[in-house]
Nanobody
Framework: EVQLVESGGALVQAGGSLTLSCRTS????????IGWFREAPGKEREQVSC????????FSADSVKGRFTISKDSAKNTVYLQMNSLKPDDTAVYYC??????????????WGQGTQVTVSS
């Protein structure tokens, strides 16, 4: 059974930092890309970052470029999203997803349950 479990969401002040984790199981971790998405009330779901099956395939949305960094630890089957200089606009439920091979694919199949990030001003 494929599982993706996010953790690390919290309430943080603007300018602060958080690291989200996405622990995966049930598939060959290094064969697939992992994407991070976020969904805020009243807004469309946005893909913020992705790391492909190799470390050179990466994507970051313009809204987070220079502030968020994605990385992965293959020994732990885990992907991380380091978020710095957080803004109130970053407030959302953050999801990780997989089931695609490359970061230029969009039909993610597997999704986690989400973790709440709230940034206060």
């Amino acid at each position: 059974e494929v599982q993706l479990v996010e953790s690390g969401g919290a309430l943080v002040q603007a300018g602060g930092s958080l690291t989200l984790s996405c622990r995966t199981s049930g598939f060959i971790f290094d064969d697939y890309a992992i994407g991070w998405f976020r969904e805020a009330p009243g807004k469309e779901r946005e893909q913020v970052s992705c790391i492909g099956s190799d470390h050179y395939d990466m994507f970051s949305a313009d809204s987070v470029k220079g502030r968020f960094t994605i990385s992965k630890d293959s020994a732990k089957n885990t992907v991380y999203l380091q978020m710095n200089s957080l803004k109130p606009d970053d407030t959302a439920v953050y999801y990780c997803a997989s089931g695609v091979v490359d970061c230029d694919e969009y039909e993610y199949i597997y999704w986690g349950q989400g973790t709440q990030v709230t940034v206060s001003s």
